[in-house]
């Protein structure tokens, strides 16, 4: 924990220094188009971690200044500009930059959409097709609501809910302890860790087990809609790109291939006939890949998938485009003030590159779910 903290202090002093910037150039990522990532666009921040997973949410005022920031330094361009420009090496007299928005949140539609617009930024949205209008919730706000609820309204200790894991025949997943700051950060740790490790069938089951042990109809209720399909139409009909994140958000490379396949043909099938139109652009759930979902993001006919991190998978580039998730808190300074030098080194990946970014190895045996190096696949840092 110590390494990292002195790691992610010298990646704020390299910030403020300016010397991030000039770093992420020598690393090569200036190379790369910047193509960053939102979730939840608010009004306001709720008051507790209650109600809304934090590390998802992004004011409209905390927004604009992004987009602000960016737009004096960027040409914006939408996903099609992006990927030709990838595909055919063709550069322009300016840097480009691509928004997108994760999740397909009604959200979306009510704070970032209008102001989106009013700027002329032609951002994507990548939806979860078997979301839309249906008045279903995420899985995973409602798996983070239940745990907030059981640990910050009912009281229960990690013991108890390790308890109701163990009703289902779940070992409850060891937490990292830089992922528990503070008792508060308990429900979004515990969220990550069983998101990260379950199959999407086996965290339903324990979203089920606390929704009901705990009555939480209201608290679901309450969790961020998706957007309806006339919304959909609406945002596509402004100029923005509707774009696939699976049939359910389920994290692909905690699947079996044929989950994997129905995920990614299926929402992509669904689109395409909602809109009339060949959908190209893919965004893999929590930005995870593996030399399973990568081959069966191309075979179900993607041209273009993003993920969260620096790693590429060098057999298909273009199925493994980088982007950078923010949120309200990523550029903030000490003071919690918009920081123009951390925005800047999070644009150019300092922290990424100073601290060590990424962990994962994507590559997987799915059958038993143990995480294991496959010679074939390769992974580098561009
Ligand atoms: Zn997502
Ligand atoms: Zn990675």
Request: glycine fraction near 8%.
């Amino acid at each position: 924990m110590l390494r990292q903290w002195v790691k992610s202090g010298a990646a704020h002093a390299l910030c403020w220094s300016g010397t991030g910037k000039w770093i992420g150039s020598l690393a090569g990522r200036r190379n790369l188009p910047v193509v960053l990532g939102y979730h939840n666009v608010v009004e306001r921040l709720p008051d507790t971690a209650r109600t809304s997973i934090p590390a998802m949410l992004i004011t409209r005022a905390m927004l604009e200044r992004h987009l602000d920031w960016l737009g004096k330094r960027y040409q914006f361009v939408s996903l099609d500009e992006l990927g030709d420009m990838l595909q055919t090496g063709a550069s322009r007299t300016k840097p480009v930059a691509a928004v997108t928005f994760d999740d397909g949140y009604r959200d979306f539609y009510d704070h970032a959409f209008p102001l989106l617009r009013r700027k002329g930024v032609p951002a994507a949205v990548f939806v979860v097709t078997g979301l839309i209008g249906t008045g279903r919730k995420q899985v995973h706000d409602r798996l983070y609501l239940a745990l907030a609820a059981a640990f910050l309204s009912h009281g229960r200790s990690p013991r108890d809910v390790a308890r109701a894991l163990g009703r289902l025949g779940i070992q409850a997943p060891e937490i990292p302890p830089h992922r528990l700051k503070h008792a508060a950060g308990m429900p979004f740790a515990l969220t990550r860790a069983l998101l990260e490790t379950l199959p999407q069938a086996q965290i339903l089951r324990v979203v089920e087990e606390l929704e009901s042990e705990l009555d939480l109809e209201q608290s679901v209720e309450a969790a961020p809609e998706a957007l309806t399909w006339e919304m959909v139409a609406e945002i596509r009909g402004a100029g923005m790109t509707i774009a696939s994140h699976t049939r359910t958000h389920a994290f692909l490379t905690n699947e079996k291939r044929q989950r994997v396949l129905e995920e990614v043909v299926e929402s992509r099938r669904e689109l395409e006939k909602r809109l009339g139109t060949t959908v190209k652009h893919f965004a893999y759930p929590d930005g995870r890949f593996d030399d399973v979902t990568v081959p069966a993001v191309a075979e179900a006919g993607y041209r273009f998938a993003y993920t969260t991190c620096l790693h590429r998978d060098l057999s298909h580039p273009l199925l493994t485009i980088p982007r950078k998730v923010l949120w309200q808190n990523s550029c903030l300074d000490a003071n919690g003030r918009f920081s123009p030098a951390i925005m800047s080194c999070q644009v150019n990946r300092t922290f990424d590159l100073i601290a060590g970014g990424c962990e994962t190895r994507h590559s997987s045996a799915l059958d038993g779910g143990a995480h294991t190096a496959k010679g074939s696949f390769q992974v580098t840092v561009p």
